[in-house]
């Protein structure tokens, strides 16, 4: 600790018209950081550092504000560790704070806040940007099987778990495809469009040459991961034999109508109906003839009648 002799701050000048040309010293607490952007990988450690320059209190408060999505929150308060760093952080002399198997939600803005009640200028304080870097998953890869020549295709690649947000690469047989196709003479004829921050690889016009193995990389500052190739093939459209295909259905389909009309007109589809005037009474007995007379159940024979 400096003694209040030491000139330790900033100094103020007297006014020049003074008989006396002095200085005064203004005793202030003043703080900074060797590194402002810290950065580790998931589940290392790290220090922020906050050191203290200048102040004449001997046991200043020292408080540790974590800030994310605008909302701030104590991690260290009253000599504690506090919030979701409990347990794996601790305060380094003077006011640097050491964080311990760092997780990805640690990313977040911090704030070394310093309080000096003997000093003139009693507080100060300093912003650090912590970002704890996460390598990349195997990423999701989809690859069409197969394409037609002249048409389009689109192939996807997609990983959620790498922070930062990775970027992209894409891969056929082994070489890597450039942003503009135009740029290397192995893909100068290819028609594609490359977004290396979605992944999204997409040809709009498919050629012979594009047929292949891709696959896919993504790619951060803690490193990379990639899917497994996958083939796309190319083939012709063999325009003649769909022509003569869709020729042989028609001449199918007019020679099965020609021939429902002509059955029809022979005949052949017609149906007889029987109605009731059509009945017939059944023929008379051999030899017998039988009369009814006036008197209902009464009958005789009209000829002779054989036993």
């Known amino acids: 600790m400096r003694s209040a002799l030491t000139r330790i701050g900033s100094e103020k000048k007297w ?45 200043p408060r020292i408080e540790w504000k974590k800030i994310k999505n605008g909302e701030p929150s104590y991690v260290y308060f009253a000599d504690e560790v506090s919030g979701d760093l409990t347990g794996r952080a601790k305060l380094m002399e003077p006011a640097s ?8 939600t640690d990313t977040a803005q911090y704030r070394c806040e310093v309080t000096a009640h003997k000093d003139d200028k009693i507080f100060d304080e300093i912003l650090i940007n912590l970002t704890v870097r996460v390598k990349p998953v195997t990423p999701r890869c989809s690859v069409p099987t197969s394409v037609p020549v002249g048409k389009t295709a689109e192939l996807r690649c997609e ?26 003479p192995k893909f100068y004829n290819s028609s594609y469009s490359l977004d290396s921050s979605t992944g999204t690889l997409r040809f709009s016009v498919v050629k012979k040459e594009d047929a292949g193995e891709y696959y896919c ?34 001449i199918v389909l007019l020679c099965i109508t020609v021939g429902i009309c002509c059955a029809c007109k022979k005949g052949y589809f017609g149906i007889q109906t029987q109605t009731g005037n059509n ?7 051999d030899g017998v003839d039988y009369v009814r007379t006036e008197d209902e159940g009464d009958f005789r024979h009209k000829s002779s009648f054989v036993i």
């Open 97 to 104: 704070l050491f964080i311990t198997n760092a997780t990805r």
């Open 15 to 59: 006014p020049q018209d003074s008989l006396l040309t002095g200085y005064v010293t203004i005793m202030a607490v003043n703080l900074r950081s060797e590194n402002t952007t810290p950065w580790t990988e998931e589940f290392g450690s790290i220090e922020l550092s906050c050191k203290i320059e200048s102040i004449i209190t001997e046991k």
């Open 159 to 184: 990983e959620s778990e790498g922070y930062p947000k990775p970027q992209y690469q894409w891969f056929r047989n082994n070489d890597e495809l450039p942003l503009d196709p135009k740029t290397s």
């Open 217 to 250: 990389r993504a790619k951060n500052e803690a490193g990379n991961s990639q899917c497994g190739p996958q083939k796309m093939e190319v083939y012709d459209i063999n325009v003649t034999a769909i022509v003569l295909g869709v020729l042989v259905v028609v």
């Open 279 to 285: 009945y017939k009474a059944p023929s008379k007995g």
